[in-house]
């Protein structure tokens, strides 16, 4: 029996002109688990490439050392011939008055131009560099106008594009906290739990976390509860995909309560198990818990032999 071969490595080049998107492009796969390499020297593109499984960009463009369309093309055929590889070449374009404008409102000087900044400088910079690129254009596999391309727009139709099938999307960071020690900085949405009823004031509960089964049966009897939580997830359902769709990367969600102990912990356990059942990638931190875990672990000095002193934090979080 035939042993399959794996499967050919993605490596995308990537040029255009100067001001078109290029640059956003090359970060998208990054983003995407891309290896990237920005304007290497022509003569080490296919040692770049090497024998690695990891899918590779590499942008190419005028301000390359010895650049020659050409040669950049006579590169992409030699590629081609490796089964192990699976080449593609996208060009970034923009109309010519676009990337003046563009250049204008940066104030950058344009690679190819002669002289100043501003002005017929950059156009005549716009006209060599859309000459020299030419053969690249008319070769590319991609060509991707953003004269009126929004940069979302381009980052959804390269990750539509180029994807890998195990590339990850939008990481979820679920985070419970107490108010008294003030509000998480990397928080991106913050809910206030208050209004829940609280288990501090039984004193058979109050030891407890939102963690146990106890805590968990108290809260979710407010009647409060359950409108609350449809109406969250109802939320984020709307949120998170769109979220995804404007290129975010991570998100951190924070509940908080009081203490820190009890009804966020709760809020953010039942949030991350719900996430984590719809396919989201997702990070679960108490803050409180974690704090007070370290507050009274034991030192190393103090610790029992074959005990691990950090064991009990490490406990508060976990990944799904």
Same mark, same amino acid.
């Given at each position: ?11 995308? $080049? ?30 080490? %593109? ?5 024998? /690695?499984?990891?899918?590779?960009? %590499? /942008? ?42 563009? =250049? ?10 002669? !002289?100043?900044?501003? !002005?017929s400088r950059v156009e005549e910079g716009i006209a060599r560099e859309s000459?020299?690129?030419?053969? $690249? ?16 727009? +381009? ?13 990850? !999307?939008?990481? %979820? /960071?679920?985070?419970?906290? /107490?108010?008294?020690?003030? $509000? ?16 501090? =004031?039984?004193?058979? +509960? ?20 359950l409108p609350f939580w449809d109406r969250m997830t109802g939320l984020l ?5 769109? =979220? ?5 990367? =991570? ?8 203490? !820190? ?60």
């Open positions: 029996m035939d042993t399959p071969l794996p499967p050919a490595r993605p490596v995308v $080049l990537v040029s255009g002109l100067s001001g078109a998107g290029k640059a956003s492009i090359l970060r998208t796969l990054e983003d995407l688990g891309f290896e990237t390499v920005d304007n290497p020297p022509l003569t080490i %593109i296919e040692e770049l490439v090497g024998d /690695g499984a990891t899918p590779l960009a %590499i /942008g190419v463009d005028a301000r390359t050392r010895g650049f020659d369309a050409s040669e950049v093309l006579r590169v992409v055929s030699r590629l081609r011939l490796r089964p192990d590889v699976a080449v593609s070449l996208v060009f970034a374009t923009a109309e010519a008055p676009v990337l003046l404008r563009r =250049y204008s409102e940066t104030r950058r000087r344009h690679p190819l131009a002669p !002289g100043g900044a501003m !002005g000459a020299l690129l030419a053969p $690249l254009l008319d070769a590319a596999d991609v060509v991707l106008d953003t004269s009126d391309l929004p940069l979302p727009d +381009l980052r959804r139709q390269i990750e539509q594009r180029f994807r890998p099938a195990n590339a990850a !999307g939008l990481g %979820i /960071g679920i985070l419970s906290f /107490g108010f008294p020690r003030g $509000l998480p900085r990397e928080a991106d949405l913050v809910l206030d739990v208050r209004f829940l009823r609280n288990p501090h =004031y039984d004193p058979a +509960l109050r030891p407890m976390t939102g963690r146990e089964s106890q805590i968990a049966a108290f809260v979710e009897a407010d009647p409060a509860f359902d709307l949120l998170l995909p769109r =979220y995804v769709a404007e290129g975010k990367k =991570y998100l951190t969600l924070a509940f908080g309560c009081t203490g !820190g102990r009890h009804r966020s912990v709760l809020v953010a356990e039942r949030m991350a198990s719900h996430l984590t059942s719809l396919g989201w990638r997702v990070d679960l931190i108490h803050r409180e818990l974690a704090s007070s875990a370290a507050t009274h672990a034991p030192t190393a000095q103090g610790a029992v032999a074959g005990e691990n002193p950090v064991a009990g934090r490490e406990a508060l979080s976990h990944s799904s």
